[in-house]
């Protein structure tokens, strides 16, 4: 089969998007190399480079106008090259579909990773509501197969986009094989090092913005027994500034540290360094974070709330993410009980035998040969 894949997250997107087309893209070509996989990206400068098979090749506009207008192109110009290149089946991996592509012979399937803009828009601009409206409800509508990443955004989309469920599949994703890595001593130490982390600390890695919820441990650092730091990980947003305020206005800035820019690859080490995960996000369609953290085999505690139960199971303990209080009892339980804190890790190795890259893949492929019978 000839299957077209949008690439532009793959390519230039650093964050969950980005990481969830990376994967699926290097999944499906490693399990099914007698399958074409072509690569659709407006841009081809200076990508993010990630492992894929021979069985991938790439493609860009080659013509004016599209030359000089690469977004209309992923948008509207590349459905004749998908038809001039005999693409079968095309997937839009983050929420979106060309425009005309459902006038074609070819079948499509839309990945929606949330429709939190319509579930808790007051997080959203107003234009930023608009746009994805206007291009993600759409594209569900004109989708032969929508797939959803999780239970909970299936039922979101059925409820507020009014999509037949029986159109919607479940696949969900999978955790970038850096996180399998087991760091040394001594590569832990440099990063500490490097960072200037302390001895203890709980971790979040995540957007910084405010559905995150950050402030509920900054507050719980106040309400707890232990006196363990807070490390966030994540890209600097306007947001941190209010973080910032908010904890010195409660007296623990100095035990608050934020990382920005931190290469993938150094990830495995400040999670394998950590005392525990932390999750309080008020909402979320996955949680990749929390994959990410069992399969680091770290303590994980999230929030009571969205899909998380659906994604963490037992391998995760859980607080009310409107509770700073409940957060601080249960951290501070973990951090006093070692044989609970080894039990989590435990029954998180084998929660994440769920999200593996061949069951994935295989599910994935099961949608594709759904789509093309339809």
């Not at 079948?107 to 994805?132: A, G, N, S």
């Not at 130490?189 to 203890?200: C, F, I, K, S, W």
Request: charged share 25%.
């Amino acid at each position: 089969m000839r299957i077209g894949l949008d690439a532009k997250r793959a390519f230039f997107n650093s964050r969950g998007l980005g990481n969830y087309s990376r994967g699926l893209i290097t999944s499906l070509s490693k399990y099914y190399p007698e399958e074409d996989f072509l690569l659709y990206s407006p841009e081809n400068k200076k990508p993010i480079a990630f492992e894929r098979g021979e069985n991938c090749t790439l493609h860009h506009p080659t013509h004016f106008p599209w030359t000089s207008f690469p977004a209309l192109w992923r948008s509207y110009g590349c459905v004749s090259d998908l038809k001039k290149e005999g693409v079968e089946l095309y997937h839009g991996l983050s929420h979106e579909l060309p425009i005309g592509i459902e006038k074609t012979d070819i079948k499509t399937v839309v990945t929606m990773h949330d429709v939190i803009f319509l579930k808790h828009p007051e997080w959203f601009p107003l234009f930023d509501r608009y746009m994805f409206k206007k291009k993600y409800v759409d594209s569900c509508k004109r989708a032969d197969v929508v797939v959803a990443i999780s239970e909970l955004t299936k039922n979101d989309i059925v409820e507020t986009i009014g999509v037949d469920a029986s159109k919607i599949k479940v696949v969900s994703q999978g955790c970038n094989a850096v996180f399998q890595n087991v760091c040394s001593s001594e590569e832990k130490e440099a990063v500490r090092q490097r960072y200037g982390l302390p001895t203890d600390f709980l971790i979040t890695v995540c957007a910084i913005e405010e559905r995150k919820n950050h402030k509920c441990i900054i507050k719980a650092l106040t309400q707890m027994k232990n006196d363990i730091h807070y490390v966030i990980v994540g890209r600097e947003s306007k947001f941190k500034q209010e973080l910032v305020n908010y904890a010195n206005e409660l007296g623990v800035a100095n035990r608050v540290l934020f990382l920005h820019d931190i290469p993938t690859t150094t990830l495995p080490a400040l999670l394998q360094m950590a005392k525990a995960f932390v999750f309080p996000s008020f909402y979320e369609g996955f949680g990749i974070p929390i994959i990410e953290s069992q399969t680091s085999s770290l303590p994980t505690i999230i929030s009571r709330a969205s899909c998380f139960s659906e994604v963490g199971r037992e391998g995760s303990l859980y607080a009310d993410p409107n509770n700073s209080e409940e957060w601080a009892t249960v951290i501070d339980n973990l951090l006093e009980h070692e044989a609970l804190q080894h039990e989590l890790i435990a029954k998180g190795k084998e929660n994440i035998k769920r999200f593996s890259d061949s069951q994935i893949a295989d599910d994935m492929m099961s949608v594709y040969k759904l789509a093309r019978q339809l």
